[in-house]
């Protein structure tokens, strides 16, 4: 998952330094770089983190 987050950064610095010439071509950056946002933060939810473990007290009698 982390290489396709890496893809994704990268996608959205491309379209990020894409020079700005007319009206169309900042409502594709806009629209491009939304979608790519949405990607990469269905990915980040996405992503496996292991589980919580958190150290008890154990009484013993």
Known sequence: MFLVDALLI???????FLPIT???????????LCALVAVF?????RTEVAPV?????????
């Open 41 to 45: 933060s269905v990915t980040i939810s």
């Open 22 to 32: 007319d009206r169309k071509t900042v409502r594709m950056k806009l629209c491009v």
């Open 53 to 61: 473990r958190l150290a008890g007290v154990v009484s013993t009698r």
């Open 10 to 16: 990268l996608a959205m610095t491309f379209f990020l």
